[in-house]
């Protein structure tokens, strides 16, 4: 999954959360204000780019809409963490299931 940077942080993150991340800056950027100002300080990383820690703004202004954005990221990076490590133990059944079919 390739990485992005977002608040001088590494992130994980799929083209269509992307494109959405781009769309809200996009959204509050204007002559005076810079959309991605939004995103600082409000969450934190592991080293492989998954948000571990969401912080409540409190020391800058941000909108409604860039939390809960950060919270389905949030969200969807860890289902697709849970998904790849079912489908590691399914794929290491079906390999024990093989060679005890075969003993």
């Not at 959405?20 to 300080?41: A, C, P, Q, R």
């Not at 592991?46 to 409190?58: E, Q």
């Not at 990076?77 to 998904?83: D, E, F, T």
Request: aromatic share 10%; hydrophobic share 35%.
């Amino acid at each position: 999954m390739p990485y992005q940077i977002i608040d001088n942080k590494k992130v994980e993150m799929t083209g269509d959360e992307w494109s959405m991340y781009k769309s809200i800056v996009d959204s509050y950027t204007t002559e005076t204000n810079n959309g991605e100002d939004l995103f600082i300080d409000l969450f934190e990383v592991d080293k492989n780019g998954v948000i571990t820690f969401l912080r409540p703004p409190s020391k800058r202004h941000t909108s409604l809409e860039v939390f809960l954005f950060l919270m389905a990221l949030m969200q969807q990076q860890h289902i697709r963490m849970m998904y790849a490590r079912v489908d590691d133990v399914c794929q290491q059944m079906k390999k024990k299931i093989k060679e005890l079919d075969k003993k």
